[in-house]
């Protein structure tokens, strides 16, 4: 007899910013275990390439074309989203940018830009997806990507930093407000995760010395690591789960890491 705890077969699953990185590993991971998948982006070309590439489970995997910096097209991509499938049951609330730069050096418009998408954005998907699920009386699962920035900010990412503590607390305001619903809002807090748009970053010898001197499991971060937890907040296998920030971060949180010599 198949355990079906963790199983999330046949669950409709939306995965805002699922072209590349984080979400695109996600949205696959999903639909490798039989669920009905739809990955929303901002560029229709990866989008449409990254949805025939991951195409290898139980159901096609589906796309739309949305800007989450656009408020007003993300209710028309939620609805579109419902009509294919018919209702909801859990979102991936990916879609994230960042900007290196020193505080002072920021403008305005960078701010906006960073929190635009990682912070309103982010809150409005949730939002339009939270008001579905209650429609539906049938609860469901919101799973955020948060940061371990909300934990301990670095340097030269402020405005990011910024939103992604903004997101633990919406995690966890979200997860109070809709319990009665038994919609179950979580947000996962990646590490240091190997994406094409951190491969040059991490090239440098200097910044993985760095990194196995203070990351426990002394590795990078590849975006498959992210899958189980999402597969496990989405299941009945956290049923009682919500308003929680897992940090998956190969340890890096766990304390500081000091030079003295254990013998």
């Known amino acids: 007899m198949t355990d079906t705890l963790f199983s999330v077969a046949d669950a409709v699953v939306l995965v805002s910013g699922g072209s590349r990185g984080i979400g695109r590993a996600l949205a696959e991971g999903f639909a490798e275990r039989g669920a009905h998948v739809t990955i929303t982006g901002r560029d229709a070309q990866s989008l449409q390439q990254t949805a025939s590439e ?24 939620v609805d579109a989203a419902v009509k294919k499938a018919g209702k909801i049951d859990c979102l991936l609330n990916v879609a994230g940018v960042n900007v290196r730069k020193r505080v002072e050096q920021y403008t305005v418009a960078e701010f906006d830009g960073i929190l635009n998408i990682n912070l309103k954005g982010a809150f409005l998907v949730a939002q339009e997806v939270g008001r579905r699920l209650i429609a539906q009386k049938t609860g469901g699962s919101i799973i955020n990507i948060d940061s371990l920035n909300s934990f301990r900010p670095l340097k030269g990412v402020q405005p990011y930093a910024m939103s992604k503590a903004a997101i633990s ?18 947000a996962i807090a990646p590490g240091f995760i190997l994406t094409d748009l951190t491969k040059k970053l991490w090239s440098d010898p200097k910044m993985q010395e760095w990194n196995d001197a203070n990351c426990p499991l002394k590795r990078l971060g590849q975006t498959e690591d992210l899958v189980g937890t999402a597969i496990f907040l989405a299941s009945d296998a956290a049923k009682f789960l919500t308003g929680q920030v897992i940090y998956v971060d190969g340890g890096m949180t766990c304390g500081m890491q000091w030079p003295i010599p254990l013998s």
């Not at 096609?60 to 991509?77: L, T």
């Not at 607390?169 to 979580?186: C, L, S």
């Open 54 to 77: 991951i195409s290898k489970g139980k159901y096609p995997v589906d796309y739309i074309v949305c800007d989450v910096a656009q408020p007003d097209e993300i209710p028309r991509m």
């Open 169 to 186: 607390a919406m995690t966890r305001g979200m997860a109070m407000e809709w319990g009665e619903h038994q919609i179950r809002v979580n």
